[in-house]
């Protein structure tokens, strides 16, 4: 059985940091693409960045390139999301998700269309 649990949300001050974590169960990272996204109430679901360990590549939205960081942590079947300098527009749900290796598209990234799998989400909060 696929799942993918996320945690590490929370309450921090703008500027602060805080790192989230998608464990994956049932998928490689061989063959499947993790994807952060994120929606904020109101607001339609936007990509955050995404791993493609079969590419080696990874991808950053603009609103985050070079605040955020993905990672993946093999020992612990882990995709982490390092978010610094938070700013009160990053408050949102945050979810992970997959989609195999072999069909994800930049288009996909930025949307979350084609991703199959699909974890609870996690909220952060950023305060002013």
């Known amino acids: 059985e696929v799942q993918l649990v996320e945690s590490g949300g929370g309450l921090v001050q703008a500027g602060g940091s805080l790192r989230l974590s998608c464990k994956v169960y049932g998928i490689t990272f061989d063959d499947y693409a993790i994807g952060w996204f994120r929606q904020a109430p109101g607001q339609e679901r936007e990509g955050v960045s995404t791993?493609?360990?079969?590419?080696?590549?990874?991808y950053y939205q603009d609103p985050v390139n070079g605040r955020f960081s993905i990672s993946i942590d093999h020992a612990e079947n882990t995709v982490h999301l390092q978010m610094n300098n938070l700013k009160v527009e990053d408050t949102a749900v945050y979810y992970c998700?997959?989609?195999?290796?072999?069909?994800?598209?930049?288009?996909?990234?930025?949307?979350?269309?084609?991703?199959?799998?699909w974890g609870q989400g996690t909220q952060v909060t950023v305060s002013s």
């Open positions: 998700a997959a989609e195999d290796a072999e069909t994800v598209r930049i288009e996909h990234m930025a949307s979350g269309d084609g991703f199959e799998y």
């Open positions: 791993v493609n360990w079969s590419a080696r590549s990874t």
